[in-house]
C-alpha cells in the first residue's frame, strides 16, 4: 500500500512540476477577469493542502515558509491583493524538497498509516488516510486550473 501512495505522491507532483513551466514568466501570475488565482497560486495551494494533510500529521509540524498559509491556504487571501509572490524557482524547489519529505514520512510512518486509516485527526477531523487521499486529488483538480490558465496565455498571445 505505501508504494502506490508513494507512486501516486509522484505522479501528482509531477504533474504540477510540469504546469510550472511556462513559455513567458509572466503566464505565472497572470488571471483573466472573474477567475480567482493564477498559476502560482494553484502550485502554491498544492504545496499548502500537502503540508496541511501529509506532512504535519506525519511530521508533526509545518515545513511552510513563514505566511505562506495566509498566501496559499484555503482561506487564502485575495491573489490580486498580494504583490510578493515567490520567485517560480523558489516554489518549485520548495515542492520537490516536499515531495521527498512526503516519499520518507511514508516510509518512516508505513505502519501507522495503514493502521490509523480510519483514525481522525486532531485539529482537521480527517481521517489520516483519506485526508492524504484529498490532499492528492485537491492538488490533481488544481492542475486542471493551471492548464486552463496555461492555455488561455496561449491564445492571448496569438491574437
Known amino acids: 500500500m505505501?508504494?502506490?501512495l508513494s507512486e501516486l505522491a509522484r505522479q501528482v507532483r509531477e504533474g504540477t512540476l510540469q504546469l510550472l513551466h511556462v513559455p513567458d514568466p509572466a503566464w505565472l501570475t497572470w488571471a483573466p477577469p472573474g477567475?480567482?488565482?493564477?498559476?502560482l497560486w494553484h502550485a502554491g495551494h498544492a504545496l499548502w493542502v500537502q503540508d496541511a494533510l501529509c506532512v504535519q500529521p506525519l511530521a508533526g509540524r509545518s515545513e511552510l515558509p513563514s505566511g505562506w498559509t495566509e498566501m496559499f491556504g484555503q482561506n487564502s487571501r485575495p491573489f490580486a491583493a498580494t504583490t510578493d509572490w515567490p520567485e517560480e524557482s523558489r516554489l518549485r524547489g520548495l515542492l520537490e524538497t516536499q515531495l521527498n519529505c512526503i516519499l520518507d514520512l511514508l516510509i518512516e510512518h508505513g505502519d501507522t498509516i495503514v493502521?490509523?486509516?480510519?483514525?481522525?485527526?486532531?485539529?482537521?477531523?480527517?481521517?489520516l488516510l483519506a485526508?492524504?487521499?484529498?490532499?492528492?486529488?485537491?492538488?490533481?483538480?488544481?492542475?486542471?486550473?493551471?492548464?486552463?490558465l496555461h492555455k488561455l496565455c496561449r491564445a492571448a498571445t496569438r491574437q
Open 115 to 127: 493502521i490509523n486509516a480510519d483514525e481522525p485527526l486532531p485539529g482537521s477531523g480527517w481521517p
Open 2 to 4: 505505501i508504494e502506490a
Open 35 to 39: 477567475t480567482s488565482n493564477h498559476i
Open 131 to 148: 485526508g492524504m487521499l484529498h490532499a492528492w486529488h485537491d492538488e490533481a483538480r488544481h492542475q486542471g486550473e493551471m492548464y486552463l
